[in-house]
């Protein structure tokens, strides 16, 4: 499968790289420092540029099969880069006849916060409480769009090693702040770009 990775330079989106490599997809990637990926230069196209600017999303965008996106805001608590992101990327898969694409969002945006635990919610309404409107704004316009999309909602994120097996659905029961390693979020969301599956729906996933 031919693959454009976006956030490839974050924890989780090197994931979604080694792990598409390691299962012989054609990866290429954006990103705005791809000197940071220099030493996958020979296993990868890489494409220097930034997500929000169409011009160079379509560049990348051009013969690809699907899109696969951690974007991250870094350490920023406050970023309107995942709407003007989606709205982007949206556009020019159109115009490249590009259909599938998953997008990774996060537990507790949108109407995720319903099901979430109260210690989530907690973290939620302080910590991520100006970041998570934006995520919401983006996870709307994906699915207001006429794409093959999956938005996908991992609860905490960690940088411990792949288990291999998780719970995934459209809803799910929480109680304290549940956790699942950024490597099997990468191993769900290709799945999920290389099935059918999850069109058109929201999973949340935890360990």
């Known amino acids: 499968m031919k693959l454009l990775i976006l956030g490839g330079t974050g924890p989780t989106g090197r994931h979604l790289i080694d792990q598409a490599i390691c299962a012989g997809d054609t990866v290429a990637v954006l990103a705005r420092k ?21 011009s160079d999303i ?15 805001a870094g350490k920023s608590v406050v970023s ?35 099901e979430a635990s109260m210690t989530q919610k907690m973290i939620y309404r302080t910590l991520l409480r100006s970041i998570y409107p934006q995520k919401a704004i983006a996870d709307s ?10 938005v996908v909602y991992p609860v905490a994120l960690t940088h411990k090693p792949a288990v291999g097996s ?14 699942i390693s950024r490597a099997d979020v990468a191993a769900f969301m290709l799945d999920a770009a290389r099935g059918s599956e999850w069109i058109g729906r929201s999973p949340i996933i935890s360990s």
């Open 34 to 54: 791809p000197a940071a990926l220099a030493e996958l230069a020979r296993q990868v196209t890489l494409f220097h540029g930034d997500a929000t600017v169409e």
């Open 80 to 114: 309107d880069m995942f709407p003007r992101a989606a709205a982007v990327v949206i556009d020019s898969m159109q115009k490249c006849n590009v259909s599938r694409l998953v997008w990774l969002s996060s537990f507790g945006v949108g109407e995720t916060f319903r």
């Open 141 to 150: 316009l994906i699915r207001a769009s006429d794409r093959d999309w999956t």
């Open 166 to 179: 998780f719970r995934v659905g459209d809803h799910l029961p929480m109680q304290g702040n549940a956790s």
């Open 58 to 72: 379509s560049a990348a965008m051009t013969g690809q099969d699907a899109v696969v996106s951690a974007l991250g």
